[in-house]
């Protein structure tokens, strides 16, 4: 007699194929995987009627939690009016709403167009293509490189994967991949010579904190002194905001922290709350106008994808952005954060953590075995750690040997001392000789 998460399990293991996923210890034996069935709030239920706080966000993207009646309530109307169209040749009227929503987040930034695509990395390979083709089109085409950080992470199609700085990720691609210029922070870029920045195309960077690198956070100041090197230099600015933004780190855009306002802003996970993928790039008229011309003089932007502007997404995002406003919720964030900082002071006290960090309602746990050894990625410690966690009812990831937590913004107090709690419990019980 089989139950029906052992046959679905079964299912899966026979046919599918998971992202980032060691398929030979996904499909063994003893590995029942995780089938999750239903969602309210920051709470996820699996197929065998366990319920965990959602520590990730579903993958970074969810921010008013699931199932929020508004966001749902915009979907069915949406798809009782139509489900998709192309926005190759016509638009739709959540895509164009959304665009007015979108660039008055950001007033009097300059950045006053919206470009649609699909999830974090077609935002990005956006951002790169109109950058090579706005310096072409401008008569500077010895503007063709791109700077990009260490441990940086944009996405992995082909073109946002080469800006990527996680070298287990992407070295072995690295025959179908461009190389950028690679630096660690801000101290490479002065000394760069003007010859070679006056090479470079743009910046491409992950603002106030890096999240695929471990949660790491930049130092205050880096964004702003960034912009301006790049003004000095003639150099654009994209900022990857597909994890940080949509009130992520505190603000609604991580750039907000520093006054800082990019030539590209590229938005995608927590754009629609989390309930449909969809991207969007924001630039500024300059940019755009380049791109204005006669027919023949093939000066558009050939760039689209079947479901871009998606109406569903864009109804999604509409009331995300509603939710934003009714529920206040950036103003909930500062005491919730608060609250966060002083859960994380009290696991940092623990001797097998090494660090945590933490940039708004973002944090990471960095792990050790104990005071003086730190862990050996192999063991999969964080790995093990975030499976223990689910004992005591949360769900999160890893990122090799740092837990993250990164929930929904509307997460309460409470819940979140209940994360850090299993949190704590799951590192006792992994690491505890
Ligand atoms: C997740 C992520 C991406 C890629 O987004 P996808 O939707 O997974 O393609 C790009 N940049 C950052 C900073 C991300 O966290």
Not at 132 to 160: I, K, M
Not at 372 to 393: E, H, I, L, S
């Amino acid at each position: 007699m089989e139950d029906r998460t052992s046959r679905l399990a079964a299912l899966d293991k026979a046919h599918l194929w998971h992202p980032f996923t060691q398929m030979r210890d996904w499909t063994a034996p003893g590995h029942e995987p995780l089938i999750l069935t239903g969602g309210r709030g920051v709470i996820l239920r699996d197929s065998r009627g366990r319920e965990y706080i959602d520590g990730n966000s579903s993958i970074w993207t969810n921010i008013h939690g699931h199932g929020h009646p508004v966001l749902v309530e915009a979907i069915r109307r949406q798809l009782d009016q139509v489900a998709h169209v192309s926005f190759l040749g016509s638009s739709n009227e959540p895509a164009i709403l959304l665009g007015e929503r979108l660039v008055g987040l950001l007033p009097d930034s300059g950045l006053t167009r919206v470009f649609y695509s699909d999830d974090g990395s077609t935002a990005i390979e956006v951002a790169l293509k109109m950058t090579l083709q706005y310096w072409q089109l401008a008569g500077h085409s010895e503007r063709n490189r791109f700077v990009a950080f260490d441990r940086a992470y944009h996405g992995d199609t082909v073109g946002a994967a080469s800006l990527g700085g996680v070298g287990a990720f992407f070295d072995r691609f690295s025959a179908i991949q461009f190389s950028p210029i690679r630096v660690g922070g801000l101290p490479e870029l002065e000394a760069m010579t003007g010859e070679e920045s006056s090479h470079v195309a743009a910046v491409v960077i992950e603002p106030c904190v890096q999240g695929t690198a471990g949660i790491r956070v930049w130092p205050e100041g880096m964004l702003a002194a960034l912009r301006a090197w790049c003004d000095e230099r003639g150099v654009l600015l994209i900022l990857d905001e597909v994890f940080t933004g949509f009130g992520r780190t505190g603000r609604m855009f991580a750039c907000e922290h520093e006054g800082v306002v990019p030539d590209f802003l590229c938005l995608a996970k927590g754009l629609t709350g989390g309930m449909m993928p969809l991207a969007a790039t924001l630039t500024t008229e300059r940019i755009y106008e380049a791109f204005l011309g006669e027919y023949e003089e093939l000066k558009s932007f050939f760039y689209g994808h079947s479901y871009s502007a998606n109406p569903l997404g864009c109804a999604a995002a509409l009331a995300s952005l509603e939710i934003f406003e009714s529920e206040r919720v950036l103003d909930s964030l500062e005491g919730k954060i608060h609250c966060l900082r002083e859960g994380l002071a009290d696991l940092a006290a623990s001797p097998y953590v090494a660090e945590t960090r933490q940039c708004g309602l973002i944090a990471g746990i960095a792990l050790r075995r104990g005071p003086v050894a730190p862990c050996d990625w192999r063991d999969q410690t964080g790995a093990r750690v975030c499976v223990a966690a689910r004992k005591y009812g949360l769900l999160t990831r890893p990122i090799l040997d740092v837990v993250t937590f990164i929930p929904p913004l509307c997460i309460s107090a409470s819940q979140i001392q209940a994360s850090l709690g299993a949190i704590a419990k799951a590192i006792y019980e992994i690491l505890e000789p």
